[in-house]
């Protein structure tokens, strides 16, 4: 993945190339971001699609259910990919993993609740709110991986 997105941006002018570099981790941020928001908007979709009669737990059950498989894919790509995160023994791993888990819980609960009212009390469009509370989510993750979860050993020293 890392040869492709250099082979993209090596045909790019030089000054876009200097632009992608001096904010690489945002770039990266936005592309697995984007997809993250992707594989959770679709596997919500899916869920609300497939649960048929809309009960009241359908909402509760696409949030999780989606907030599973975007949480996991986001792991492992912003650990590799946006935060260049090397962990080296199985408990700096574990650290890392749970942390990262536990900073999305907040962004979980945060979602339910803008279900819960949005949706459930206020019977608004659950596509509107999907989209709307994805950007919300997606800025809030950014943040709590930035300041607490991906946070560089030397900036932990100061």
């Given at each position: 993945?890392e040869k492709?997105?250099?082979?993209?941006?090596?045909?790019?002018?030089?000054?876009?190339?200097?632009?992608?570099?001096?904010?690489?981790?945002?770039w990266?941020?936005l592309?697995?971001?984007?997809?993250t928001?992707?594989?959770?908007i679709?596997?919500?979709?899916?869920?609300?699609?497939?649960?048929?009669?809309?009960?009241?737990?359908?909402?509760?059950?696409?949030?999780?259910i989606?907030?599973?498989?975007?949480?996991?894919?986001?792991?492992?790509?912003?650990?590799?990919?946006?935060?260049?995160?090397?962990?080296k023994?199985?408990?700096?791993f574990?650290?890392?993993?749970?942390?990262f888990?536990?900073g999305r819980?907040?962004?979980l609960?945060?979602e339910?609740?803008i279900?819960a009212?949005f949706?459930?009390w206020?019977h608004?469009?659950?596509?509107?709110?999907?989209?709307i509370s994805?950007v919300?989510i997606f800025?809030?993750?950014y943040?709590?991986?930035?300041?607490?979860?991906?946070?560089k050993k030397?900036?932990?020293?100061?």
């Amino acid at each position: 993945m890392e040869k492709l997105i250099k082979a993209v941006v090596s045909v790019l002018p030089k000054p876009l190339q200097d632009i992608y570099y001096k904010y690489e981790e945002k770039w990266m941020y936005l592309l697995f971001g984007g997809l993250t928001t992707v594989i959770s908007i679709v596997s919500k979709f899916i869920i609300f699609a497939v649960i048929p009669d809309n009960p009241k737990w359908e909402n509760t059950t696409g949030v999780i259910i989606s907030w599973i498989l975007a949480v996991t894919f986001a792991f492992f790509t912003n650990k590799k990919y946006v935060f260049k995160s090397e962990t080296k023994t199985r408990k700096e791993f574990w650290q890392t993993f749970v942390s990262f888990y536990g900073g999305r819980v907040s962004t979980l609960i945060m979602e339910w609740a803008i279900f819960a009212i949005f949706c459930d009390w206020l019977h608004m469009n659950q596509k509107i709110i999907t989209l709307i509370s994805q950007v919300l989510i997606f800025v809030a993750n950014y943040i709590i991986s930035k300041v607490f979860v991906f946070k560089k050993k030397d900036e932990q020293a100061e």
